[in-house]
């Protein structure tokens, strides 16, 4: 029977999986590159297994692939698969806006403008993981006021895969035009009008969009290999030492 301090390896994958999606959004793992179960394990002082769950939890966002021959890399979709999955998101989030607007209390409003204000000063200083987490807060919290289950489910299947590969990972996307967008949203959810948030949202991904399009590079004739744009990089497990993984960690 396990004693009572031992940290279950569930805990641990949860663990092992924030860290390495945080590492993927800073940068440290660009599309293409490969993560290897043993240099984690090692570097993060877990063993193979919660490594191993992590992993497959990120395979399952559709932030990394499997592979059986060549193990698990970040994954790195072509500008179409991108744009099918931006263009479902920006219709689950146009809808989410209209039916959170009149749902909408000052409490909200005040919550939704600390995520504005934390995207802000996360663009100002390059902290693209924060910047993230904020603008995933501001996102999830108007679906969470939308009140449908359904919409919420759909949606946060979607939602990290579209947040890793679209506002942060590309290199020379404009992070504080973006953190710019949601003021427009904000204040027509302030002033409980579904019409106004529903285009406010959809100009938000318009432009976000074109971003994309100007900026994100098809993978080559050989998809399992790091782009030659980014060869110059330093491999992210022989140069990058992650905090490790233990009791309290994030």
Known sequence: MPRETEIPRSVLADQVKDRLLQAIL???YPPGSRIVETRVAREYGVSQAPVREALRGLEAIGVVEINAFRGARVRRPSSSQLME????????????ARL??????????????????????AARVGDSY?????????????????????????????????????????????????AGLHDPVLDALRHGDPVRAGEA??????????????????????????????????????????????????
């Open 26 to 28: 800073e940068g440290r």
């Open 85 to 96: 999955a931006f263009a479902v998101r920006a219709e689950l989030e146009k809808l989410g």
């Open 100 to 121: 959170a607007a009149p749902r909408v209390s000052e409490a909200d409003v005040a919550e939704l403008e600390g995520n504005i204000r934390e995207m802000r000063r």
């Open 130 to 178: 924060a910047e993230a987490t904020a603008d995933a807060a501001f996102h999830g919290r108007v679906i969470e006021i939308a009140a449908n289950a359904t919409l919420e489910r759909v949606w946060r299947h979607l939602e990290p895969f579209s947040r890793t590969y679209i506002t942060l990972v590309i290199p020379g996307v404009d992070r504080e035009r973006i």
């Open 201 to 250: 949202l959809d100009r938000h991904f318009e432009v976000a969009g074109s971003m994309l399009a100007g900026l994100w590079q098809d993978p080559g004739p050989s998809p399992g290999e790091v782009p030659a744009t980014m060869s110059a990089a330093p491999g992210p497990m022989e140069d990058a030492r992650p905090p490790r993984v233990g009791v309290g960690s994030a």
